[in-house]
């Protein structure tokens, strides 16, 4: 009986995954466009907030560089969105962006604390502003076109992006390389003088993680047609997902995934719905959740399955 | 050809010289105790030979080989481990996971997973933490996470291990059974190399004795020599 549950236990976040995600892949088929479209933003925040997740939970290096990638994934599909076939776009804006971080990952991860976090703030401003100067100077405008792709393609591929971004965290989590990513975070100084060649795992990871960002950052810059550097690199970007995965709650897995998801969509209802007060009543819903959900979504699903679980046992005894 | 060797060593912090043209050398097999009044360089010392700081002046060697301006998890990996006078554990995993990092990163050679599994299951059955092995490390009294950073510095297969203050802060039982401990280590043929107040553990372990004082070496020899050394009376034993 136990081992029974302890086997579901162990099954059902991945199993629920697999079936959410097969519903996904059917959706184009009987939903509204409307809702592909949604579908597809809130996709795009789950792999910012998961990438982000992905190096900066376990190190606990607390990184604002995300819109920095993203947003050279949005120009790498608007530079070579026009001549190059869609998914080999997407692959080399991955590469770049991985690229990008691994040589800033190697001049700063050994900065800590906030002196990190306002480098990586830094570096997006620096890049907007390089991107900024290049494009009056040489191109003469400042902003740019990109290709149009078709609304259901757009939303396959961040779904494809998404799931090898699922695959690539549940195979870190699973192996040596998972274990030395948490040591980081748990005590740097312990971790290198027990062989883990820190400097080298932190950068590869936040390599991997920036890849991600860029992906998903050449592919929704298709539906947006019309680029400038103010648009790409806007710092929003940064810090979303860092609310989005504080909001989820970091103590689990579907933490983060479950707060980009309800986040990004109560974000589309209140523009909708509050044209004129949704900062506002975002920035209320923000506050009460950090105030009296420390734990995060993760932390209120818990606690009501917990008192479930009680009246069970009472009901029982 | 010593172990460990060391020659003219200096650290300076801002004006102090916190260790200043100290030689050492470390013999295969031997015990060496470093001792001296708080302050005085002993952890600075450790901190350059396992490579956390880099020396301004001066070489060290490991069998032969220069070691300062090496990565901590280079050092480690050619066998020179070491323990930190504040506990450093992995407080959130488990007590065998903290090992199992040392089995699988820190030795010579990569090991499978299942081979390094393996030997951090040796090894906290020979520091005897095997009963407590799920247990988050913040979760173990003081001596028990002792004995814990020292399995995971001894699953990395070390030639050396370094013991800043095994003892510190433990009760006469549990002093007893560090003792104890360090001698188990030294039978499998481990050198080791320890810094420690507790003079009772350091008379009888160690087979040499080195006394810093303001980031000098002021004394070296036997125990006995040691004891009866006028310098060190004065500034360390005291009368």
Same mark, same amino acid.
């Given at each position: ?75 790498? +599909? ?14 080399? +804006? ?39 100067? *290049? ?57 290198? *003088? ?82 004129? *007060? ?35 046992? *009472? +009901?029982?005894? | ?8 060593? !200096? ?31 002993? !952890? ?111 699953? !990395? ?83």
């Amino acid at each position: 009986m136990n081992s029974i549950t302890l086997g579901l236990k162990k099954w059902w976040v991945p199993g629920l995954l697999i079936v959410i995600l097969l519903l996904l892949a059917g959706l184009p088929r009987f939903a509204p466009m409307y809702t592909v479209i949604l579908a597809t933003s809130i996709l795009m925040y789950v792999i910012l907030t998961q990438s982000w997740v992905l190096f900066s939970a376990p190190t606990g290096y607390f990184s604002l560089a995300t819109a920095a990638f993203f947003g050279v994934g949005i120009y790498t +599909a608007a530079v070579l969105g026009f001549t190059l076939p869609l998914p080999v776009v997407v692959i080399i +804006a991955a590469l770049i962006s991985s690229c990008l971080a691994f040589v800033v990952g190697a001049l700063t991860l050994r900065l800590r604390g906030i002196y990190f976090i306002i480098f990586t703030l830094g570096l997006v401003e620096l890049i907007k502003n390089v991107v900024l100067w *290049h494009a009056i100077k040489f191109a003469g405008a400042r902003g740019r076109f990109v290709v149009l792709v078709p609304n259901n393609t757009i939303y396959y591929v961040m779904l494809a992006i998404l799931v090898a971004l699922l695959l690539t965290t549940f195979l870190i989590r699973r192996s040596r390389y998972g274990l030395a990513l948490q040591s980081i975070g748990e005590n740097e100084e312990a971790a290198a *003088h027990t062989g883990v060649n820190v400097t080298m795992v932190k950068v590869i990871t936040f390599a991997i993680s920036a890849s991600f960002m860029g992906a998903a950052g050449a592919i929704i810059a298709t539906r947006w047609t019309y680029i400038d550097p103010y648009i790409a690199f806007k710092s929003l970007y940064s810090f979303m997902p860092a609310l989005m995965a504080i909001f989820g709650g970091m103590g689990q897995f579907y933490g983060p995934i479950l707060g980009s998801v309800v986040f990004a969509y109560l974000e589309e209802v209140l523009i909708t719905k509050f044209p004129y *007060h949704y900062m506002l009543l975002f920035g209320a819903i923000l506050l009460i959740v950090i105030l009296y959900l420390p734990d995060g979504l993760v932390g209120l699903v818990q606690k009501a399955r917990k008192t479930v679980l009680q009246r069970g046992e *009472h +009901a029982i005894t | 050809m010593p172990l460990l060797e060391g020659e003219g060593v !200096t650290k300076h912090f801002g004006g102090l010289a916190a260790v200043s043209h100290v030689d050492f050398q470390v013999d295969q097999g031997e015990i060496v105790g470093l001792i001296g009044p708080n302050g005085a360089g002993k !952890t600075t010392l450790f901190n350059l030979i396992s490579g956390a700081l880099v020396p301004k002046a001066g070489a060290i060697s490991f069998r032969g080989e220069k070691i300062n301006g090496l990565k901590p998890h280079r050092i480690c990996r050619m066998g020179l481990a070491r323990t930190f006078q504040s506990v450093k554990v992995f407080p959130n995993m488990p007590v065998f996971e903290n090992v199992l990092l040392g089995s699988l990163f820190g030795t010579s050679n990569r090991q499978s997973t299942a081979d390094a599994a393996a030997y951090a299951g040796e090894t906290l059955e020979f520091v005897g933490l095997s009963e407590i092995r799920a247990r988050p490390a913040r979760d173990l009294t003081l001596a028990n996470q002792k004995r814990v950073e020292v399995a995971s510095a001894l699953a !990395t297969k070390p030639e050396l291990l370094l013991l800043d203050e095994l003892m510190a802060g433990l009760n006469a039982t549990e002093v007893a059974q560090a003792m104890e401990l360090v001698a188990r280590i030294h039978d499998r043929g481990i050198t080791i190399f320890m810094i420690e107040h507790v003079m009772k553990a350091i008379m009888n372990v160690c087979d040499r004795i080195m006394v810093l004082h303001h980031g000098e070496k002021i004394a070296e020899g036997t125990p006995q020599e040691i004891t009866t050394s006028k310098t060190v009376i004065e500034v360390y034993l005291g009368e």
